[in-house]
């Protein structure tokens, strides 16, 4: 005899090696196998980070445009947008994601790196008469503060404005959201440059140009705007893209609660008897705005358990039963690399075990056929 259960599947991409649509569909299929009776639900999340497009228009639909770009090295780009009832939902990694830098990964290509292509789908999504723009911020390579997005939406004009106010004037008539991955401010040991940079090319050396260059934009945007942002939850989204939009008067949400909101998310896990999440890493910027957090918070307050699949995870056990259950793939694995290239088959063979071995309380027993 085996326990039906009603099982949803919402997890983060994994890093560049699975999308989110890719993780959830593998993690289903390893589940379904082992306990064909339970009822599994595949919703991949997304926290505005790489994937965010996907997500949403595999939850709702809507029109998925293809727009040329600048990419982050200054070549032509293909980057998608998702057109919705007038409302444009917008990745910053499609037009400057770090996978589009070839590896290995420089302080050079670290400094080099522009948000210019963002400016770019801001543009078109204008063009299209959107009156709402959702910009999802995360996963880039750039760490200039948004200053490439403003000279491209604003026209590079004199001086040193960089486009700023013009590009506030374009936006002025328009709702813009930033939906952030993480809630860092721009400057500090806890901004943009020192965190997240590293994970870019940047040695030590690069990191405090980084800082010092993203200290004079910001004195720059509060001269052009009349706010300041940087210590503003959020600003160093992006490589501080995040703070360009805040100066233009865009309102910052959780990247992730905006893809809860809609997916209906909440209401899916109120629902579940599991819910099985995850992510390429985690580690102590899980936290910080991660879509793995916000669904085991939510899952927690539903009183629902929570099984965490990740390509690794830097947790204490400590740290990591405040998320539920976590299982990392390299553990599973041979190694890292292995890990790396089999995630999809990996994941599967991973969640069928422990749904083979998964139990459910209080879940009326059915027959293995359904009958």
């Known amino acids: 005899m085996m326990k039906r259960a009603n099982v949803v599947v919402m997890p983060d991409s994994f890093g560049e090696t699975l999308t989110a649509v ?3 569909a593998s993690i289903g299929a390893g589940w379904h196998a082992a306990r064909a009776t339970d009822v599994v639900t595949l919703a991949p999340q997304s926290d505005g980070g790489p994937g965010f497009i996907e997500v949403l228009a595999t939850a709702f639909g809507g029109e998925v445009r293809t727009q040329t770009v600048t990419g982050p090295l200054g070549e032509p780009t293909r980057a998608q947008w998702l057109l919705h009832n007038r409302v444009a939902y917008l990745e910053a990694a499609q037009a400057c994601g770090l996978h589009l830098v070839p590896v290995p990964r420089t302080p050079q290509s670290a400094l080099s790196a522009s948000s210019a292509g963002v400016g770019d789908l801001i543009s078109a999504a204008l063009q299209a008469g959107c009156t709402r723009i959702v910009v999802g911020l995360g996963g880039t390579a750039a760490t200039d503060g948004g200053r490439g997005a403003a000279e491209r939406l604003g026209g590079i004009v004199a001086e040193r404005s960089g486009g700023v106010h013009s590009a506030a004037r374009l936006l002025h008539d328009v709702e813009v959201i930033a939906a952030t991955d993480v809630d860092n401010p721009l400057l500090g040991l806890t ?27 910001a004195d720059e945007l509060t001269r052009q705007s009349g706010r300041d942002v940087r210590d503003e939850p959020g600003a160093g989204a992006a490589g501080g893209l995040g703070a360009f939009l805040l100066s233009c008067g865009a309102h910052r949400e ?55 699949l990740a390509g690794q995870s830097q947790l204490t056990d400590a740290e990591a039963a405040a998320f539920g259950e976590v299982h990392a793939l390299v553990d599973y694995a041979q190694s890292v690399d292995d890990a790396k290239q089999h995630a999809g088959p990996l994941l599967t063979e991973l969640a069928g075990e422990l749904a083979s071995q998964w139990t459910f309380p209080g879940v009326a027993e059915v027959a293995q056929n359904g009958q």
């Open 191 to 217: 901004g943009a440059a020192a965190v997240y940079a590293p994970q870019k090319g940047a040695d030590s050396v690069t990191v405090e140009l980084l800082e010092a260059r993203l200290a004079e934009w």
């Open 22 to 24: 890719e993780a959830a």
């Open 254 to 308: 959780s990247g992730a609660a905006v893809v809860a909101a809609e997916t209906g998310r909440r209401a899916a896990i109120a629902a579940a008897d599991l819910v099985i999440t995850g992510e390429g890493a985690i580690d102590d910027q899980t936290c910080h705005g991660k879509v793995v957090a916000a669904i085991a918070a939510e899952a927690a307050q539903a009183g629902v358990p929570v099984l965490v």
